[in-house]
Structure formats: C-alpha cells, structure tokens
C-alpha cells in the first residue's frame, strides 16, 4: 500500500505549509520503525479546506438518497475488503493488537454501510395544521460543513462514526484527526476520495487536514463558517473547544473523559467478573474511554476476586502489536507511557496498594511497553481514581454492600459507561436505572458498544446530542416546519 503523507483538500492531495516540520510518525511497538513523514497544515490551509467543503456541501445537499447511499456503501465495502491490511497498518502506528486493528476496521465498515440505509430511511412527518386547510409538513436538512476532531485511539473506527453520519444527511466535513495516527487517517481518506471519484460527488466533499490542535484544530472550530462541530477527546480540550465554538454559536456534539465504573457484587461468578474486569481494564492497552478504571466489589467476593484477579493477570502477554500471540500492546507513545507510570506513583503516593504489574518491560524490540497494573485498597478521593489515565490501570475500591457500590459508582463528575456483574435479576434492573451514565452494561465490560443504537454520555462526559445509530440525525441535520395552504 503507498502511503499518503499530504492533506487533502478539495478533492486533491496537498503539501503541508512552507516552512512547517514535517511530523515523524513512529511504531509504538518498535521506535527504530518510523513509518512515514506527515506534513502539516496552517491556518490558511484550514480555510482553503472550509471553502472546498462548503462549495461541495451546496451540491451534496441536494443528491438523493440513493446517490449517498452508493457512496457510503462503496467506502464500507473497501474497508470491510481491506481490514486486514489496514489493521495491521492500525497495530502498526497506534499499539493496538493486530486482532483489535482489524477488528476496528471491519466496524468502520459497518458504520459506513449502516449510515448508507440510513440515507434511504430518511422520513418526514404529514399533519393538519390547527387551522382549517393548512398542511404542516416536518423535513429534516442538512446542518451544513461540519469540522470533525477525532482522537488517536480509535483512529478508523470514530472518524467512520463521525463522517459517515455527516454524508449520509447531506453535510460537508473537514476533518481534523489526532498527529498521533496520520497514517490511518490519509488510508481512511484515501479510501472516502478515491469512492467520491468513482461514484462523482463533488471535490471537497471530505477534507483532510493534519496539523496540532493548538494551530489546525482551533482554526477549524474557531471558523465561524463551520455550521457543526464534533469531537471525541479529553474534557480540558473539549472545554477550549466549546469555548472557541460559542463565539459562533456553533452547534456542538463532544465525548470526552471518563472514570468507568465496573461493580461486583457478592452473587457474581467470579470467572465472568474476572473476564470482564481484564476485558474492560486493560485490552486496548486501556486506552479507551469506555476503559474499567474503577472496580467497585463488595466486601463478600472482594478477597476472591483480586487473587482471581492477579492469576488472570500473570498470563496476559505483553508484546509487539503484529506479533501472534500478543494480548496487550505498548502505550501509543513514549508520553502516555510516562503518563501511566507517573499514576502508579500517584496511586502509591495517594495510599493505594499495587497488587501486581506496572513494571516496565523490555523486549525483543524498544516499545513503550509496561504490564498492566492493579491496585486495591482505593477510594474515590484518590486522583487514580478521579481522573483518567487512559492506560492499563485500574484500582479496586472495596463497598459495604450494594447501595454503598452504587453510590461509589456514580461519585464522580463523568458519566460514560457503567456495568454491573451479578445474578439478581432485581439489583440489575435497578442499576440500569439508577446508574448516572449514559450506557449501562450487566455481566458485560464496560467496553464495547454497538453501532446501530446511541452512544454517549453525561455529565462532563458528554456535551450535546448522542452519537451513532438513529439519534446522529439530531446533530447532523436541523428541522424544518412548512406550513402550506392547500385552499
């Protein structure tokens, strides 16, 4: 596969800004391997983008369905044909195993193909208005250009959550990914291009720009000719960027930080709460924002559980991305794996027990390699367990009972995911009622969501309207009302 290295910018691939450094894109798994150069863009070359998309988003508006659907159809299929070859590129640049990066593709796939039947699915409403001979007619229409800010950690599977919503109801996007991934992000738009050219919509359609957040993404949000913005990333960004977007009233969909709860109660089976507990925690390397960060287990099964827990642990393999066998990659870079290991200081620092892992590891080849960690004797005062790590951490905080799990579960100010592990059908049900976030999960991780039906969260967890599945239309489009006197 040749990879791109440039942006792309009404319709045709484009050089970075003169003078700006090109950015070394390096394996996590091997940093002797760098696996190409990016260039970067500037604030002239973020406007360039805007008016490609807006020029492209005043035809696009107006295709039918089925020409949207063709399209969206065409980039799923090429995914779905291609994931083994674009997950291992995913394994390659961020970390994750080569199971997980083809896996990820293949659901970028889907999100393309499902956002495809979306478009023929697209439906008013008829009624009479109050007033005698009126008709009310109710449409929906395309919100406009739409800036997209996607994260490293997912870097096929959000921009195809973000993107194929965007087409699918007649928008325009700029789309601005993390640096961390460039590599994913020129494939990802190599494949959207070349179906846009195949099947004729309009150059600028999907617009890429690489740069930093600082200089790219603010220009991007901050533009008052950007009608959406949607973002997935931490809260401090999120923040700056709601503070950008006000200035310009810019509608706003964002998913930020996290500190997901997975409770254990005293009825659990210890095998399905161990499974959960490694799936949720530390897969992804624990890079995930729907990542177990906290376990919360009651007093009966606590003991058994943390020993389940450490022999579980000592059989996870740690190694290179692509090599067979390898369950927990390296952290994506050389700062979140100082992150991490600045939080095991922390946890020490703040009271908590290391149970086992956290040790550096190394390897046949340099990576940002470390055993995932475990920690006991927690509570939600400590900042383990109060701000996001985003790596293979978690720490177990022990609960009286089922009220006191509850309560530890939902102190905290994010709102993302939540699961319980337990055989009462009654203190399930009244979890997933009670639980104050926006998924919910019983005897299942806290990762791993579906893409047909909504995703989000609350309180500093989310800000705005639910991602994916039949709820994107409230971002993506905007209602219209007609009334029409048919006397």
Known sequence: MKLETRMHIGGAWRDGAAGADALADENPSDTRDILARFSQADAAQVEEAIDAAARAQAQWAHSGPETRYNLLMRIGAELDARASELGELLAREEGKTAAEGIGETKRAGQFFTYFAAEALRQMGDICDSVRAGVEVQVTREPVGVVGAVTPWNFPMALPAWKIAPALAYGNAVVWKPANLTPACATALMQIIADAAGEQGAPPGLVNLILGSGAQAGEALVGSPRVDAVTFTGSLATGRRIAELAAKNLTKLQMEMGSKNPLVILDDADINTAVACAVNGAFFGTGQKCTASSRLVVTRGIHDRFIEAMQNAMAKLVVGHALEEGTQIGPAVDANQLKRNRDYLEIAKKDGAELVCGGELLELATPGHYMRPALFAGGDNAMRVNREEVFGPLTCVIAAGDYD????????????????????????????????????????????????????????????????QGRYAAEFYTQVKTAYINAC
């Open 404 to 467: 006191h799990a509850l309560a530890l579960a939902n102190e905290t100010e994010f709102g993302l995911t939540a699961s319980i592990i337990t055989q009462s059908l009654s203190r399930a049900a009244h979890f997933r009622r009670h639980a104050q976030t926006g998924c919910v999960m019983v005897n299942l991780p806290t990762s791993g969501t579906d893409y047909h039906v909504p995703f989000g969260g609350r309180k500093n967890s989310s800000f705005g309207s639910r991602e």
